[in-house]
Each structure stands twice: as C-alpha cells, then as structure tokens.
C-alpha cells in the first residue's frame, strides 16, 4: 500500500488564461473592463494598516447588513464567500447529500461537475437544446438529489424567464434548488422574488462581474433564514474567518455607489449589442446573450483556427475544446475600444478567406 492509496484525486477546474505580458486585449474571463465604483477606492484608502493584524469580522456583518438593505432582505437571508466559487462550494457540500444525483445542464459552469467529483456527490447532466436552452420540464418528474442551473447560462449567455426557473424550483421542492446568477445584471431577470414562495431556493450572486471586483473576490447567497444557517453551520466548520477587511470594506462601499453601477452594466450591455451586429455581418452565428459575453461560431471559420489568430494578434478569447461546443468562441465585452480591434482583425483576417 502507498500514501497515494489515501489521495482524493479529482481533475480540476481550469480557469482562463492570465496573460502577463503587457498590451494584450484580455476578453477571455468576462472580468469587467471598467474599474469598480469611486466608493470603492476610497473604502480601500480609508483602511488603516496596522489593523491587518487583527481578524476580520467572522460573521462578515458590514457586508452582509449592506447587502440585506440593498436587496431588501433579512440579514439572516444573507450568506458570503470568497467569490461565487467558494459560495457555490459550500452549498454543493452542504446541501447534496442524499446519494442521489444532483442535476444540472450538459453545457454549463465547468465546475459544477468539479465540486461534485471532488465531495463525491452523484450527478446527472441534462442535455440543452440545439439552440442552448434549458426546458424547465427537463427537470420535473426526475429523481434527483438537487438541481443547479446558471441563469444566464455560462458559457452560452441564454437566459432562462423567471417563469420557466420557478417552473424548476416548484417541482422539487423537496430538494435545494440553487440558480447561479453570476450574469443576471447584464439584462435577465432575478429568482430573487421567488425567495418569499420557495423555502427551497437559494439565490448566488457575485461581484466579479457586473461590480468589477473580480481581483477583489467577493460572492454571497440568498436564501430563507434556515437555509442560511446550515450553510453558515458548514462554513464555520470549514473556515471561521471567510472574508477579509479590504473584502469587506470595499464590497459594502461598492453597494452604496448604485448610480455608477448601473451606468457601467448599461455601457456593457450597449456595446454587447453593437458587436453583436458587427459579428453576424462577419458570418458569426450566436444565441441571444444576457450576459457580460458573446458565445459565437462563424458559419466557414474553425473556433480553434480563430482563437489561435487572434491570440497571436495580442487579442485572448476563450476556446472550450469540448463536445458540442468546440467550434464555439466566447468572447468577453469589452470596451468600444477593444472590440472595435477585435472587430477589426477579424475583417482583416476573414476578408481573406
């Protein structure tokens, strides 16, 4: 027998690439282009050195108060984690333990089946449309263990109506829906009204996104009270200090800046559907994103030739080599000015085809 017996082996989650090299246009990990709110650095500038020390608050509760007034929700309806990743982490581990299989989408967040694997959760993936979409009785009248969907899907950027997710919630109420809103604020609708109806639901947000804080690592869930305190039951059995002070600073500073987040989700969602246009006059075929990206095939053009060109012309986009979607590019919004060279090159390069 060896050490290695007792190793629990998993095959990761690989993240997008992080290019050091200076000059490169990086629309490649849906990072927003714009930099977070003013508040934000002046939260981060206010902090005093010396307290680092200290640590921080284990119960997070400058962020979580802020984030109870800005949804309007009990501050026991609110959950916090180091991006939506560790939120999504901690309710995979304490809410899928039945042995039966959880479900979600066949084309979806990638590490959905990355957490399963890693706390041997079963699962069972349900297949999309030809046109990427989730049908809400997919997921009704099948034994599962728990259902996770993306809404807007990642990496397709279709959104699901509310209707269709309450459809997904109401036929299985007795199991913990989870509906992963990392995209909502670039055009979809929010599960947040359905937390009133469903005791089953728990609601994940982020900031990485639509906040531009990304670098920052901030992401929270909402949920009834008692769902909450089983998801905070397991976190403080796993990490008693989740968040940290510039964390928590800046997200509560963040919250209290709406006007400028509004204004940098509407610059993202005008340009979105300006390259859309410019796309599909480039023989560029896509679903109707709602989200911080466009997931695009060209009518001639391999996605893997495409991507290898503009990664040589400084211009990074993400390529998934997988089935289904290997001749699909996700391109990440953004700024006019970098989409406009993006644009440009494929002009260049498709023009002489």
Known sequence: MSWEDG???????????????????KL???????????????????LRYEEMRLYPDPDSGELVKALAEYYGLS????????????????????????????????????????WADLFRIPYERIRLDDVFRIHAEDYAGRENGGIVIANPNAPTGVALPLSEVEKIVSANRDVVVIVDEAYVDFGAESALPLLKKYENLLVVQTFSKSRAMAGMRIGFAFGNEKLIGYLLDCRFSFNSY?????????????????????????KIIETRERVKQELGALG??????????IFAAHESVPAKEIF???????????????PRIDNYLRITVGTDEEMDEMLKVLREYLGKM
């Open 284 to 293: 560029f075929t896509f679903a109707d994103s709602r989200t911080n990206f």
């Open 308 to 322: 290898e060109m503009l990664k040589e012309r400084g211009i990074y986009v993400r390529y998934f080599e997988k």
């Open 75 to 114: 501050e026991k309806q609110v959950f916090v984690g180091v991006g939506s990743d560790d939120v999504l982490a901690m309710a995979f581990l304490t809410f899928f333990n039945t042995g039966k299989p959880i479900l979600f989408p066949d084309i979806t967040y990638s590490f959905y089946d990355v």
């Open 28 to 46: 490649n990990t849906n990072e927003n282009p714009y930099p977070p709110a003013p508040g934000v650095k002046r939260a981060l500038d206010e």
């Open 7 to 25: 190793v629990r082996r998993v095959v990761p989650y690989v993240p997008g690439e992080q290019p050091k090299q200076a000059g490169i246009i």
């Open 242 to 266: 989740p968040m940290n002070r510039p964390a928590l600073a800046a997200g509560a500073a963040a919250l209290k800046d709406d006007a400028y987040f509004r204004e940098i989700c509407d």
